[in-house]
Every structure is written in C-alpha cells, then in structure tokens.
T-cell receptor
C-alpha cells in the first residue's frame, strides 16, 4: 500500500520563475493538504483540496495556487518565485469521510531559489 | 488564532535517559493534539495523538496526556535510544483531523 508520494524530490529555480510540485495521496484518501516548511521551522498550512476544490487556505499570497485531479492527486504551483520561497514543501493526505483519521505526510519536495 | 508553543532545542541526552519535551497550545475550541516526528531528509510521521481532555496517546514508548486545564500536551519517554534522535513537532487541529497548526519543533540528540 503506497503512502503519499511527492515529486520531484529536489528542485532548483531562480527568482521570478514558476514551479509545479506534484503529490499522489495515500490509497483510500480523498483530501490533500499542502504545507511549507522553512529551514528550522514547523510546517505552515498553505491550502487544502477536496472534491477538486480549495476548501481551506492559510496565510499565503495568490502566487501560491493549486489543483486537484479526479484521481485525487494534486499540484502546487508557485509563480514569480522569491528567495523566501526556498523551503521543504510537504503534501499530506487524509479522508474527509472517515473521521478521526490523521493526515499522512509525504517526504516532501526541497525547493531552492537562487 | 490557534498556536502551539514548544520548548526550544536542541535537547541533548544520553542513551536510556528520561525525556520530556514541553508543548502548550492556544485554541478557541476543543482541538485534537498530535506529536509528529521528522527524521533527517524525511517527511513527518505521526507519533501519537489525543482527541479529548485526559486522553493519553502512546506509541513506541512515547506518551503524552491531553491536559485541558493547563492547555498542555507534553511528550515523555522513560528511556531514549540513539535511534530516537530526530525533530519532534507538537501540533493541533481544530476541525477534526484536517488543517494542522504546528509548533516550531524540538530537536532531540541522543548520544551512546
């Protein structure tokens, strides 16, 4: 039973570029959440997708956008990259239907902005 | 808004020592509480959870009790091992198990 998978593992971009990160949820999960973890900090909630719609959003600018596909996989897009966007981006999946089940995290995508 | 405060690290212990990592929270409702662990180069793994006051979560020798009166969820282990070296995050969720609010993490270093 595959867990949460994220791609790519590492990515290097320059300021002003755009990036797309991908996530496949754990089997049986229908909800995907994205988090940003800066070096030495705890993860910060970016947004959550369920039924292909953004359900909740954290305090992140519109440069951060996402998408969920019919197979429940998800993408995180970041436009006009800034140096401060350098971080580990974590995807977590869960089930909206099965209550009291915790989120499962992938190993993340390490994004470095030069 | 909701927040989680953890003791700053690193916490440095010798093998078989007793571990306590303090965690307190601020929330408007009745959150669920979690401890996650992050090993180098990896994502977060759920260590334990508690969903209501006085619940005790436990896993792999780690324990934490949900204390509503002190808004705390301290992590404890009676005898740490070198393999427990990692970063530990306390977190809460107000709406079941959806959006998580994390503390800043506490690095644990265990020496032989």
């Amino acid at each position: 039973d595959a867990g949460v998978t994220q791609s790519p593992t590492h990515l290097i971009k320059t300021r002003g570029q755009q990036v797309t990160l991908r996530c496949s949820p754990k089997s049986g999960h229908d909800t995907v959440s994205w988090y940003q973890q800066a070096l030495g900090q705890g993860p910060q909630f970016i947004f959550q997708y369920y039924e292909e719609e953004e359900r909740q959003r954290g305090n992140f600018p519109d440069r951060f956008s996402g998408h969920q596909f019919p197979n429940y996989s998800s993408e995180l897009n970041v436009n006009a990259l800034l140096l401060g966007d350098s971080a580990l981006y974590l995807c977590a999946s869960s089930s909206m239907i099965v209550s009291n089940q915790p989120q499962h995290f992938g190993d993340g995508t390490r994004l470095s902005i030069l | 808004g909701d927040s989680v405060t953890q003791m700053e690290g690193p916490v440095t212990l010798s093998e078989e020592a007793f571990l306590t990592i303090n965690c307190t929270y601020t929330a408007t409702g009745y959150p669920s509480l979690f401890w996650y662990v992050q090993y180098p180069g990896e994502g977060l793994q759920l260590l334990l959870k508690a969903t209501k006051a006085d619940d005790k979560g436990s896993n792999k020798g780690f324990e934490a009790t949900y204390r509503k009166e002190t808004t705390s969820f301290h992590l404890e282990k009676g005898s740490v091992q070198v393999s427990d070296s990692a970063v530990y995050f306390c977190a809460l969720s107000e709406e079941g198990f959806q959006k998580l609010v994390f503390g800043t993490g506490t690095r644990l270093l265990v020496s032989p």
